[in-house]
């Protein structure tokens, strides 16, 4: 079992940064591919980036490519979303996943059966 907390959400304005945070607990961090997602809305789930294991791989969207910047610790079981030059079309619900000792980035919210609770980001214009 895998629990996970996000933190780091907040209210920005369009081109500032924020990093957010997912602390992992449970077993095997190191060896479990790990995503993120967001939800807006009225809108569907969408898929922002994905890690592997060791963090050798990456992942990005098309929509956050060259912005955000996904990493991990497995010393501190902790993954981060670093989200600089944001936009108004960033805001939402933020969400990280993390796979079933899986430890290939995936982009298919699917493939996540852990979930944290989200941490919620605002951005103005």
């Known amino acids: 079992q895998v629990h996970l907390v996000e933190s780091g959400g907040g209210v920005v304005q369009a081109g500032t940064s924020l990093r957010l945070s997912c602390a992992a607990s449970?077993?095997?961090?190191?060896?479990?591919?790990m995503g993120w997602f967001r939800q807006s809305p009225g809108k569907e789930r969408e898929f922002v980036a994905s890690i592997t294991g060791y963090g050798s791989d990456t992942v990005y969207a098309d929509s956050v490519k060259g912005r955000f910047t996904t990493s991990r610790d497995n010393a501190k079981n902790t993954l981060y979303l670093q989200m600089n030059s944001l936009k108004p079309g960033d805001a939402a619900v933020y969400y990280c996943?993390?796979?079933?000792?899986?430890?290939?980035?995936?982009?298919?919210?699917?493939?996540?059966?852990?979930w944290g609770q989200g941490t919620q980001v605002t951005v103005s214009s």
């Open positions: 449970g077993r095997a961090f190191d060896n479990r591919g």
């Open positions: 996943a993390a796979r079933s000792q899986i430890p290939n980035i995936s982009t298919m919210a699917g493939d996540y059966p852990y």
